[in-house]
């Protein structure tokens, strides 16, 4: 079967891209789309040097999806030139796969780079990845959802797993001062206090936030530092959602030092627009936030380097299980954990909980 691998540059197309997701999943509420205002940007070149694909048959149906982009400071952090893709889909047909991987093995062979890396979008830091197990289980925002064929089309093709990882449920049930013992006098004696996030000095946190995670996440493999830029984009129009409570950060005689944020879970209602959260759907979901107070989801956490290993996370994990109870949540989930990061998993298994999804990033060698 012939295939024909084209650049989205009209409209139309554009709403085909989009659109696919839904063909490829057929309304299963286990699948959180992406944002489609994210998408229209990429489209439209707010971020330089993304480029939407769709594969098409013969008789022109879309078949497949992807994105394409480079990035200089994942290729320093992972020592090679990578051609990245994302925001991939596909149907469960062996040809199709086969087709889209070609195609985008051949547009990294064409730019000279030495590896194809995803999906990422834009990096794993920020959005991406693909489920190997767990697939009975709900997605949630920030974080991948795929039927089974997905990994065993990217292996059946050649791609190595890298970064495996795992996401996590947790029940908010257990006694913050029994699972997270943390001795208060310690408060006065090295002058640390526990600050909660603002929606209406979002903004001016964020620069704080930023800092402490670039600086809290340099070591590990996966992670690019994110600019400011990036960060913008990431949380735009998520200020109004935030649950006061459920971002903190820790200050040592005023120094910020470490952070947690998590955010109510909105997958429910992000999967019931399929991804618009346009305007009329911002003011809907601000009109029933109330119901999305059930669940809470929990983007990133950190401590900064020369403070790691005093049980400072121990505190902060404290204060929001607290937090979590006190408003009314019942479950927390995490997006993915590195596996041979065992530490960063070990607040969920204080809390009873257990791995939800197996997570993984694919890498293919192209010369």
Request: charged content about 25%.
């Amino acid at each position: 079967m012939t295939f024909t691998f084209e650049h989205v540059r009209t409209r139309r197309a554009l709403r085909e891209f989009i659109e696919f997701a839904r063909r490829v999943h057929g309304g299963d509420p286990r699948f959180v789309p992406p944002l489609r205002q994210q998408i229209r940007g990429w489209y439209r070149g707010e971020v330089p040097g993304v480029r939407l694909y769709v594969l098409r048959d013969a008789a022109g149906r879309v078949v497949a999806r992807t994105t394409l982009h480079t990035d200089a400071a994942f290729d320093a952090k992972i020592g090679r030139p990578a051609q990245l893709f994302g925001l991939t889909e596909f149907t469960d047909d062996e040809r199709a796969a086969r087709a889209l991987f070609d195609a985008i093995r051949a547009a990294g062979a064409e730019a000279g780079k030495a590896a194809a890396f995803g999906p990422v979008s834009l990096l794993p830091n920020q959005s991406g990845g693909v489920i190997t197990s767990g697939f009975s289980e709900r997605g949630f925002i920030d974080s991948a959802w795929n039927p089974a064929y997905y990994p065993r089309a990217y292996e059946a093709y050649g791609f190595a797993r890298r970064f495996e990882s795992d996401t996590w449920i947790c029940p908010v049930t257990a006694d913050p001062d029994a699972v997270f013992g943390f001795d208060d006098a310690r408060l006065a004696a090295e002058d640390l206090a526990v600050h909660r996030g603002s929606r209406r000095r979002f903004g001016e946190q964020l620069p704080m936030l930023r800092e402490m995670l670039n600086a809290s996440f340099a070591g590990l493999g996966y992670y690019t530092e994110i600019s400011a830029e990036q960060l913008d984009r990431a949380t735009d129009g998520l200020a109004h959602l935030i649950d006061e409570s459920l971002l903190l950060y820790l200050t040592k005689a005023g120094r910020p030092i470490a952070f947690v944020l998590c955010v109510p879970d909105i997958s429910e209602f992000v999967a019931g627009v399929d991804g618009d959260l346009g305007p009329r759907n911002q003011v809907r979901l601000l009109l029933t936030r109330s119901r999305y107070r059930r669940d809470a989801v929990l983007i990133v956490k950190g401590t900064v380097p020369d403070e790691q290993g005093r049980g400072y996370m121990r505190l902060l994990s404290r204060e929001l299980l607290r937090n979590l109870r006190a408003g009314g949540y019942r479950t927390l989930r995490s997006t993915f954990v590195e596996r041979t990061n065992p530490g960063s998993a070990a607040q969920y298994v204080a809390m009873g909980g257990r791995p939800l999804h197996g997570y993984t990033f694919y890498e293919m060698e192209i010369r």
